[in-house]
């Protein structure tokens, strides 16, 4: 009888102090409790960029400290997206060393929602919700326990991670400063009201990179319509350089099965990779132009820089914020560094017999004051008498300043006839170039006043006209 009663005021003493306990930490937590929180919060270190070796715990003080948070620096957010193993990916480590190189006082925290992104996706998709919802509680313990300026907060989120981050970014007390959205997950998100995905409001400056945008609007796997302050369609958006494939049989056969889905994350994940290059190769920003569509991007029509049209892709973006969202294209090369320059070619094709020729393939090589670019190809769908053709082509290697340029027209791979008996040719007096990166405009004259260009013939060379120099331009 005696050991049961010293076992029942044992058990409320244990009672009262679980008591005690709760209400100490709800006090410390200004009387909320975030137990419900599933999302964990791990404070990487340059040392280890790969493990989550301590977490920020909301509502106890000392995790800051035991991870020693550095209160007076900028903090990076990663949020990752779906996942079939229900691991980190490869590109989680690689994005945390790439930001403490930048900024090595910074503090990297790497959002854990792999238990509920490793469901079904539509089930995952739902979950943004809730991780937004956690992230945003998060953020709110840090700005009302330790004053924490949420203008040191950026998001980066990742496929379903960046509209987890849209949902954070909206639920905040005041604004994070910003959010980088890296290829949105498109479906069930596509034609989603603005609060329960990625949008402009989320905070101070939405910047969104698009770069697997294949397939009709709601089935593609990153979202098609611009969902930010400033949105960069690399490429056109649908489909990435080196994501062919080719590459993934060539990769199947170095390292094995294992990396058949990088075939499907190639695209998709190349947002990431693109913004890893950013904060790595400081020096060289790429350039991306403000464009009403693609196709007239393909033509060359939008290397302009005046008022805003163009801008650094990634970390040192301007953030500029227009009424409606800024959609800007680019041209890469299929691996890091993936900085190209552009190039506006205007031609004017002349002659005394009327002759339309469609879908030709021509090679130009550019010669410059650094050095040269050879036998860069382009189709130009149609070539006609008296008329003029403005497209663009790229190359990533920097020239400097233009001297010179070879334009040759390549003959049809299969035998024609009609070439046989007489080759295709144009008089061409002029072209016009306009230099993206540098936006530089030049003239370039036929060296024997006009060049005939004949289909299968040699190249016509033309060098920069004496009268026109280099002259900068909008």
């Known amino acids: 009888m005696e050991s049961k009663a010293l076992l029942l005021v044992a058990l409320g003493v244990w009672l009262q102090s679980l008591t005690v306990f709760h209400a100490g930490v709800a006090a410390a937590d200004g009387g909320r409790d975030f137990a419900d929180i599933e999302s964990k919060f791990a404070l990487r270190t340059p040392e280890d960029t790969a493990e989550d070796t301590c977490h920020l715990i909301p509502g106890v003080a000392e995790s800051l400290s035991d991870c020693h948070f550095n209160h007076s620096s900028k903090t990076f957010v990663v949020i990752h997206g779906w996942t079939v193993t229900g691991m980190y990916e490869s590109w989680v480590p690689k994005l945390v060393a790439a930001l403490y190189k930048r900024e090595p006082d910074s503090n990297v925290i790497v959002v854990d929602w792999l238990y509920r992104a490793q469901q079904h996706y539509p089930v995952s998709a739902g979950y943004t919700k809730l991780v937004g919802n956690d992230v945003a509680r998060f953020i709110n313990w840090m700005e009302e326990e330790f004053n924490y300026p949420l203008d040191n907060v950026h998001l980066l989120g990742y496929s379903l991670g960046a509209h987890a981050a849209g949902v954070a970014g909206s639920l905040t007390n005041k604004k994070v400063n910003r959010i980088t959205g890296l290829d949105p997950a498109g479906p069930n998100f596509e034609y989603a009201e603005a609060p329960s995905r990625l949008s402009p409001d989320d905070a101070d400056f939405v910047d969104v990179l698009h770069t697997f945008t294949r ?52 695209s998709h994940e190349r947002s990431i990779h693109l913004f890893i290059d950013s904060l790595l190769n400081e020096e060289k920003p790429s350039k991306a132009y403000r464009c009403n569509s693609k196709e007239a991007f393909e033509k060359g029509l939008c290397l302009s820089c005046r008022k805003n049209r163009c801008n650094n892709v990634g970390y040192e973006i301007n953030k500029v914020r227009a009424k409606r969202s800024s959609k800007m294209y680019m041209k890469t090369r299929s691996q890091m560094p993936y900085k190209v320059f552009h190039y506006q070619v205007k031609i004017h094709f002349s002659g005394t017999e009327s002759d339309t020729q469609l879908n030709q393939a021509f090679v130009i090589s550019l010669y410059g004051t650094v050095a040269e670019s050879e036998d860069i190809p382009f189709t130009l769908p149609e070539v006609s008498t008296n008329k003029t053709s403005s497209f663009l082509i790229y190359t990533e290697v920097d020239i400097g300043e233009l001297l010179m340029m070879k334009l040759k027209w390549k003959s049809d791979s299969y035998f024609s006839w009609s070439d046989w008996w007489s080759s295709p040719g144009f008089v061409l007096e002029k072209i016009r170039v306009k230099a993206g990166e540098t936006q530089k405009k030049v003239i370039f004259c036929a060296r024997e006043k006009v060049s005939h260009l004949q289909k299968g013939k040699d190249a016509a060379v033309f060098v920069k006209c004496h009268d026109k120099s280099l002259k900068k331009s909008g």
Request: proline share 8%; charged share 20%; net charge neutral.
């Open 215 to 266: 397939g009709s609007p709601g089935r593609s796997i990153g979202i098609q319509k611009p969902v930010g302050h400033v949105d960069i369609y690399p490429n056109g958006g649908t489909f990435q350089p080196g994501c062919n494939i080719g590459e993934a049989i060539r990769v199947i056969a170095e390292r094995g099965l294992g990396d058949v889905d990088q075939l499907v994350k190639c």
